[in-house]
C-alpha cells in the first residue's frame, strides 16, 4: 500500500527552524511531484510548497526566502526546511504526492507550532 509518513515537527519559537520530512513508500517516487500543504484551523488547506519530478519548484508567497523543499530520490524522501518560523506558520503540515495518471496521495499531517 502507498504510505508517506512526516516527521520532524514539534514545538519551536519564533525565528526558529525545523527540517520536516516525509518518507514515501508504495510508489515510483522519482515519478511523482511531491508537495508540502499546511491547514490551520478554521481554515482551507494551502500549498506552501511542490517540488516537481523534473526538479523545478514553486513556493507560496508567504514563505518565499524562508522555505526550502528539496528530495532525495535515493531515500524516497522530500523536505521543507523552514527557517524564521512565524506564529503564523502555525498548521498541520501534510506531505502530498501527485501524479495525474495515478492521482494523488496524502500522508496523515504533522503539527508545527511556532510559539514563544
Known amino acids: 500500500q502507498v504510505q508517506l509518513v512526516e516527521s520532524g515537527g514539534g514545538l519551536v519559537q519564533p525565528g526558529g527552524s525545523l527540517r520536516l520530512s516525509c518518507a514515501a513508500s508504495?510508489?515510483?517516487?522519482?515519478?511523482?511531484?511531491m508537495g508540502w500543504y499546511r491547514q490551520a484551523p478554521g481554515k482551507q488547506r494551502e500549498l506552501v510548497a511542490i517540488?516537481?519530478?523534473?526538479?523545478?519548484?514553486n513556493y507560496a508567497d508567504s514563505v518565499k526566502g524562508r522555505f526550502t523543499i528539496s528530495r532525495d530520490n535515493a531515500k524516497n524522501t522530500v523536505y521543507l526546511q523552514m527557517h524564521n518560523l512565524k506564529p503564523e506558520d502555525t498548521a498541520v503540515y501534510y506531505c502530498?504526492?501527485?501524479?495525474?495518471?495515478?492521482?494523488?496521495?496524502w500522508g496523515q499531517g504533522i503539527q508545527v507550532t511556532v510559539s514563544s
Open positions: 502530498n504526492a501527485d501524479m495525474s495518471a495515478f492521482g494523488s496521495y
Open positions: 508504495g510508489i515510483t517516487f522519482s515519478m511523482y511531484a
Open positions: 517540488i516537481t519530478s523534473g526538479g523545478s519548484k
